[in-house]
Structure formats: structure tokens, C-alpha cells
């Protein structure tokens, strides 16, 4: 059995991934067993795969979007993600997406040109289980988790940004922030003179 | 209003920067270890050349045409004197003892060994600098106005805004691995002096009617930004699109990241030409690309990236402040030398700018003298400008996107030494603004995408107008050269603007005219150039300048009338009859060169 890292641990895979064929036509489903099936094949047999033995999970190619699962997740044992390429980065949206604005909160895999030096972007995107491509050591790859010991923006790993994570902890929004209505202008001209003048 | 010293005394004197807090130099520093990591891989055969590719691109570092270059990231083109020598310190240790400041407000060095590089960024780390998204498909150094601060119609402090939008950048899980660069650019000023229409991501602030400022031209208002989107140069020129008026400045991150999160699941990576938001905004139409952002923005707006009031004023107390004396007015010394030594004066009266505080200036140093590739300074030049920021303008200094650099805070009082020092060092040609000015890329002398050579056809232009007196009677004029489509030059918004082409292994310039960097004064918005004709060979381009020049001489109605402002009046093709000749001659010259064919 194939391993992953899952949760920062190197573990064995009990899932199955299914493809599409070279010629795009869907794969043929294994009888049972764990199988993360392409989103086309999950579209056009979902009622045969709900009754077929064995759990389910679905992976979204670079293109795919998220929504077009979202009122199924519950139906899902693993949602997994596929990086075509290193460099093609839109995995990370449909990632955030997946957490933040759809709720899922089982296992999110990250599948496809996947090596160590992308684990901590992919980890604070919401990713908790990788499947590193060919030759790559998942043991050794488990320090990349710790690259940065912090992170400005917000994210799934952080959703609060740093600067509302500092102490003395600020103020929860208040409704000036929110509208941007009254709020007093913060700097420029006036907020200048009048930090000149109190200093 | 007092203008005594804006910071609480005892505080020491200068370095108008951004200080680090202890989370900011963490993460460089644990960016100098992962990239040491990365490169050790490199080299010991467990990366491979396409792997290792992207990775080193993040952190500013290319192969170049001879050896790799190293692009250090200046934040807004703000330095203090002791980063200033740190990069002279670098370039003498690991370089040729020199670095080429870039139109992006950086620094290149352009000899240093690969497995250097992880101790030149160890080094840079300890001044709290960095190479993190210098480069690759990510956000890079978010550029501002050069006079970020001092300009008296200022409206915002730019430096701050940008500060906030460095942090939310650097190291951005979501946004690093876009389909292309990102450039987001902030201006401060009413004046754009950012070129905000020319960037992935322009933004100008701006204060809304309301509050005791009922005329909207008078402080008073809130503050937010003009949200422009999809303008740019390179391959595809556009001006860019306003996707908000005023966008108030809570929502700032927020709004930025719809954008880029539309952006990076809708951008083409099919085609690296095509990969650009603004191709994406064209392609969508710009009302449907807003719409877009808008419906994604719907989720993120009032979230916890929202900008708090104590952040912005927490960011802007990690900026140290000039301490400014309080000052009548100008310098009676200052007037005098004006009236009495006429080198000063023409030097004072291109290089050297209003500022907002009483009695003090702003200074650019010229790194453009002629035959000095444009934008290069030598380590002795770099350690002497450090001194002269130390002892004229509180240790601090701005590089512009013009590739010069400034002083920003030099009193009057002041100035003429300091006139007489740069000029010694060689920085103090009197040109700023003027044609011999020219914002040039490295070219094909260094970099391996050009088609064709920059620095010896700027050298060739800066010989050709080599007179003083008429290059100033010439007025203000960008010339802008690049040597391939990727405009690093900016050719497209010179106002002439000269491009280097490939036709059958040989290098050719079009030219252009009528570009315009943004709305530096009433009235004139960014523009792209307009090609004139057939490009030409290098050696005739000083000729076809100086006929451009020629015509406009004999066509402006005043002084006052801009070489920019006569091509918009007239159009260009007089311009063209000029060079090419008319109509009929260019068709008989096509006849002629047929039949000999």
C-alpha cells in the first residue's frame, strides 16, 4: 500500500485513485474497496456509487470548481485536489473555498506534483493530507511543516491575520470598520499634524 | 502648527524606514534558511533543474546571459543609509562592484556565484532586507511615488499603505503560485507619480466628500483608494481599468483578495503570454471582471482580514520620521546661490523638488550621466550616496522608478554643498525630467530575454544631446528604451518611446510616441505609445530622434507646450512625414526597393 503524510504523519493509503483514461472516457470502478473517483465519473453514476460497497471521496482537477461538489460533501470520506503541475496554483482557491465558504471538514488531499517544498502554502490552505509524487521521501518531507513558525495573512491554518492575533489582543470590528462610514481618516494630512502636534 | 521634531525626543536621528518587529525578521530569516536548504538540494543532485527553477525565481534569483542575477527587493524604494551599504558591501564581496537599480525599485547585482546566494541573503536579512518574490508568478515589491511623505499635495503617506500590503504579500499562502507576476502599485499624491494605470493592481488614494471637507478637494473627507485593475505594459499594452472610486480603506485587503483569488482560478496558464490579469479583465469585459470580484468579494468583505485603525497606526509607528526643524521658509542663502551661480541654478531647477516642510527639498541623484548604463551604481558611489544621506537627509534615501535615487529631506540651506559633493561623485547631471533622462532596462548586454541592446543606444541618444542649453530649451521629456517586448524599459509610456525588435538575427528599434507614465500634471492621463513606421537600425536612432525633436520644435506655440503635449495636439503623423518622409515618398521608396529586389 501506498504511503502518504496525513495529519504530519507518514501513513499507509487505504484509498484507491481513480483517473480518467488517456482518451478522457471514465475508468472502470473496482467492485469494492476505498476509491477517490475524477468529478466526471461521480456526475454521471452517483446513484450506482452510493450503494456500492466500499467508502467514496472525489478529486477536483486545477479547473474544476468547488461548488459543483459542495452539497454532496457529506456523501465524501476524502475530497483530494490535483496539481497538475508546481506551478499551476489554483488548487490553493479551491482549498480555501472547500474550508472556509463550503464547511468541509474531513480530510482534504493534496494529489498530483506535489514535493516538500510546497507543504506549508498547501497546510495553510487547508490541506491535511499529501500524496508527494514519485522519489520523494514523505519522512523527510515532514520539516517543510515547519518552514515558518508564522504567516501575516489569514488563512485556514490562521484565519485570524497576524496583526489581529498580536498582543494585547485589538478590538473586535467595530461597526466604523465594518461600513467605513464614519470612521476617522487614519493618516494623511490631518492624521499627520495631529500626531506632530501631540508629540 | 508646530513642525518641531513629529517623534518623541531622545528618539535618534533619521532613518525614515520601516523597522522590523521580531515576527518580520523571524520570517526572513527563516526564508534565508529554506532557500539554503532548497539551493543545497540544488546542488547536490536532489532537486532538479525545473524543480530548483521556480523555487530560485521566488527568491529573485535568474540565470542569466552570463551568470545568475541576483534581485534584491527595496520596498518602495525605501533605504536607509546603512542598507544602502550593506548592498555596496555585497556587490564588492560576492559582485563586480557595482548594482544596476531597476524601474521596479530594486536592485540587481548581476555576477554572483549560485551557491553564494543563500550568504548574500543572510547578509541582506541582517538590515532587514530581502529577495522574497523579486520575482516568479507571485506578488512582487509593491512600488510607490518616489516622493512618498514630502510632496506638498500629498494625501495619504503611500509608504504606509504599502507596508501593510508587503506583509499581506510576503509569503501568501494563496497567492504564490499565480498564472503570472503581480504588480500592485500605491499613490499617495493627488498627482501619479505611481503610474497606477500601468499595473496589474493601481491604487490612489483618495478622500471622499463628506466630513468638513464638503468640496472634496480639501482634507476632511475619509480616506480610501481608486481601485485600478488590468492596466500594463509588456507584450500587451493597456491602461487599466477603475474597478471602484472609492473603495474605503477597512476594506483594502479584503477587496485586493477577491481579486486575486478571481484572478488565480480564472487566469490563462495555457499560454504565458496570455497569463496576465489583463488579459483576463479584457477577456471577461472589465464590467463583467467587477462583477466578478464583487460577487466573490460578498464573502470576504467585513471578515477578519479588514483592516483595524490601531494596525494602520501601529504599521505607521514602525516608521521612523525625519525630525524636521522649524523653518520660516526658503533659505535666503539658497535664493541668493540661485541668482548668483548659474550651474546650481540649473541644476536646482531640475533636480531638486518641493517639499511640504518649510525650508527643506527633495534632491535626486542622476544615475544617468552619460555613458553610465542607466540605473548603475558603483559601490564607491553607493557608499558616497550613504554618506551624503547621512549628513544631508537623516540617514534616509528613495530609488525611483526612474532609476535615479533620492534624498528626501535635505534642507535648503544645504543644498549647494551638496550640489557641489554630487557632482564630484557624478551624480548630479542636471537632466531629471529632460530628454537625456532615459529609463533603460539592462538590455541585451546582460539579460538573455532581449532581442536587443539598450544601454549603447541610451549612451548614443545621452552623446547626440550633449548640449546643456538645448537639451533644456527641449523641455520635459521621457525617453523610455527597452530590448524586447517585456517593456522592463517602459517604452510604451515614454513619451518617445524606443523598442528593441528582432528581424532575422539582427536587432532593429521601433519607435513610438505619444506614451505617458500616468497623470503627473492636470490634464495628461497615462497613454500608450503609438508605433510611427518601420523600425530602424541602431546606428540611426540618434538621427531619428533628433528629427523627432526637430519637428516638435518647430510645430509647439510656447515654451511652456510639452514635446507630449504637441504629438497629443497634432497627432503623429507629422512627426512621421518628418522621419519617413510623406506619403508619396514613402511609395516611391517602396518602388524603388521593390525593383531592386
Redesign the interface.
Known amino acids: 500500500m501506498a504511503t502518504l503524510i496525513k495529519d504530519r504523519n507518514v501513513v499507509a493509503d487505504p484509498w484507491l485513485r481513480l483517473e480518467l483514461s488517456a482518451d478522457g472516457s471514465l475508468p472502470p470502478v473496482p467492485p469494492a474497496g476505498d476509491i477517490i473517483m475524477p468529478l466526471a465519473l461521480w456526475q454521471s453514476r452517483r446513484k450506482a456509487l452510493l450503494v456500492r460497497p466500499g467508502r467514496i471521496g472525489v478529486w477536483l482537477n486545477s479547473h474544476e470548481d468547488p461548488e459543483a461538489i459542495a452539497n454532496d460533501l457529506r456523501l465524501f470520506g476524502v475530497v483530494a485536489v490535483n496539481f497538475p503541475t508546481f506551478g499551476d496554483g489554483r488548487g490553493y482557491s479551491i482549498a480555501r473555498l472547500l474550508r472556509e465558504r463550503y464547511g468541509w471538514k474531513g480530510e482534504l488531499r493534496a494529489v498530483g506534483d506535489i514535493f516538500r517544498d510546497q507543504l506549508f502554502y498547501l497546510s495553510s490552505c487547508g490541506f491535511n493530507s499529501f500524496v508527494l509524487r514519485e522519489g520523494e521521501d514523505p519522512q523527510e518531507a515532514l520539516a517543510a511543516f515547519g518552514d515558518f513558525s508564522e504567516a501575516y495573512a489569514s488563512s485556514v491554518a490562521r484565519p485570524l491575520p497576524l496583526f489581529r492575533r498580536r498582543r494585547p489582543s485589538p478590538p473586535p470590528l467595530s461597526r466604523a470598520e465594518r461600513g467605513a462610514r464614519t470612521s476617522p481618516s487614519p493618516l494623511g494630512r490631518r492624521g499627520r499634524d495631529e500626531g506632530m502636534e501631540g508629540a | ?8 525626543r531622545g528618539f535618534h536621528r533619521g532613518n525614515e524606514v520601516y523597522r522590523y518587529d521580531e ?1 518580520d525578521q ?2 526572513v530569516e ?2 534565508v534558511a ?1 532557500f539554503r536548504d ?1 539551493t543545497r538540494r540544488y546542488l547536490a543532485g536532489k532537486l532538479s533543474e525545473d ?1 530548483f527553477r ?2 530560485r525565481l521566488r527568491n529573485g534569483l535568474y540565470i542569466q546571459r552570463y551568470a545568475p542575477m541576483l534581485r534584491v527587493a527595496i520596498p518602495y524604494g525605501l533605504l536607509s543609509s546603512r542598507q544602502l551599504r550593506t548592498l555596496a558591501h555585497i556587490s564588492r564581496k560576492w559582485d563586480r562592484g557595482y548594482g544596476h537599480f531597476s524601474t521596479r525599485q530594486n536592485i540587481q547585482f548581476n555576477w554572483p556565484k549560485l551557491e553564494d546566494t543563500p550568504d548574500i541573503l543572510a547578509e541582506l536579512a541582517r538590515v532587514q532586507m530581502h529577495a522574497i518574490q523579486t520575482s516568479g ?1 507571485s506578488v512582487r515589491n509593491i512600488t510607490t511615488d518616489h516622493f512618498a511623505g514630502v510632496a506638498r499635495d ?4 503611500s509608504f ?1 499603505w504599502c507596508e501593510l500590503l508587503r ?13 503570472r507576476k503581480f504588480k500592485i502599485a500605491v499613490n499617495g499624491t493627488a498627482a501619479d507619480r505611481a503610474a497606477t494605470y500601468l499595473h496589474d493592481i493601481g491604487l490612489h ?1 483618495v ?1 471622499n466628500k463628506g ?1 468638513t471637507g464638503s468640496d472634496g478637494a480639501s ?6 483608494f481608486r481601485v485600478i485593475v488590468g492596466g500594463g505594459m509588456g507584450r500587451t499594452p493597456i491602461i487599466g481599468h477603475v474597478m471602484t472610486e472609492f473603495l ?4 483594502l ?1 479584503t477587496y485586493i483578495e477577491a481579486v486575486m ?1 478571481v484572478y ?2 480564472y487566469g490563462r ?1 495555457d499560454n504565458i503570454h496570455k497569463a496576465r490579469i489583463k488579459i483576463l479583465v479584457k477577456a471577461l469585459t472589465p464590467e463583467q471582471f467587477r462583477e466578478d470580484v464583487e460577487a466573490e468579494w460578498a ?1 470576504l468583505k ?13 504599521v ?1 509607528g514602525h516608521f521612523t520620521r525625519p525630525a524636521y526643524v522649524q523653518l520660516a521658509g526658503d533659505d535666503a542663502d539658497y535664493t541668493a546661490r540661485l541668482a548668483s551661480d548659474p550651474g546650481f541654478a540649473a541644476w536646482a531647477k531640475r533636480n531638486v523638488h518641493p517639499h511640504k516642510v518649510p525650508g527643506y527639498a527633495a534632491v535626486t541623484l542622476s544615475l544617468k550621466k552619460t555613458g553610465v548604463p542607466p540605473g548603475d551604481a558603483t559601490a564607491e558611489q553607493m557608499d558616497a550616496v550613504a554618506d551624503l544621506a547621512d549628513r544631508y537627509s537623516q540617514a534616509e534615501l528613495r530609488v525611483s522608478h526612474e532609476q535615479n535615487l533620492i534624498l528626501a529631506d535635505v534642507r535648503q540651506s544645504g543644498l549647494h554643498a551638496l550640489w557641489a559633493e554630487a557632482k564630484a561623485l557624478g551624480l548630479a547631471t542636471p537632466n531629471i525630467g529632460l530628454i537625456t533622462n532615459i529609463i533603460a532596462c539592462p538590455g541585451g548586454d546582460f539579460c538573455s530575454l532581449a532581442n536587443a541592446k539598450s544601454i549603447p543606444v541610451a549612451q548614443a541618444i545621452q552623446e547626440r544631446f550633449d548640449d546643456l542649453d538645448y537639451v533644456h530649451d527641449i523641455g520635459e521629456l521621457d525617453l523610455n528604451i527597452s530590448g524586447c517586448m517585456n517593456s522592463c524599459g517602459h517604452h510604451h509610456v515614454g513619451h518617445i518611446g524606443i523598442l528593441g525588435v528582432d528581424k532575422n538575427g539582427e536587432e532593429w528599434y521601433q519607435i513610438s510616441i505619444g506614451g505617458n507614465q500616468g497623470l503627473t500634471r492636470p490634464g495628461a492621463p497615462a497613454a500608450v505609445g503609438k508605433v510611427i513606421g518601420p523600425s530602424f537600425a541602431q546606428e540611426q536612432i540618434p538621427d531619428v530622434i533628433e528629427k523627432l525633436i526637430g519637428i516638435y520644435l518647430q510645430k509647439r506655440e510656447s515654451e511652456e507646450e510639452r514635446f507630449i503635449d504637441v504629438v497629443w495636439r497634432i497627432g503623429i503623423e507629422p512627426f512621421k512625414e518628418h522621419v519617413y518622409g510623406d506619403a508619396n515618398q514613402r511609395q516611391e521608396r517602396r518602388s524603388r526597393s521593390l525593383a531592386a529586389a
Do not use: K
Request: proline share 13%; net charge neutral.
Open positions: 502648527m508646530s513642525l518641531l521634531p513629529c517623534r518623541p515576527i523571524r520570517l527563516e526564508r529554506q532548497q524543480d521556480p523555487l508568478n500629498e494625501i495619504v503617506d504606509v506583509q499581506w504579500s510576503t509569503l501568501h499562502p494563496e497567492f504564490s503560485y499565480l498564472p488614494a478622500r466630513g482634507p476632511g473627507g475619509e480616506v480610501g474605503p480603506w477597512p476594506h485587503l483569488r488565480n482560478r496558464r464573502h467585513g471578515g477578519p482580514s479588514t483592516l483595524t485603525a490601531e494596525e494602520v497606526r501601529r505607521e
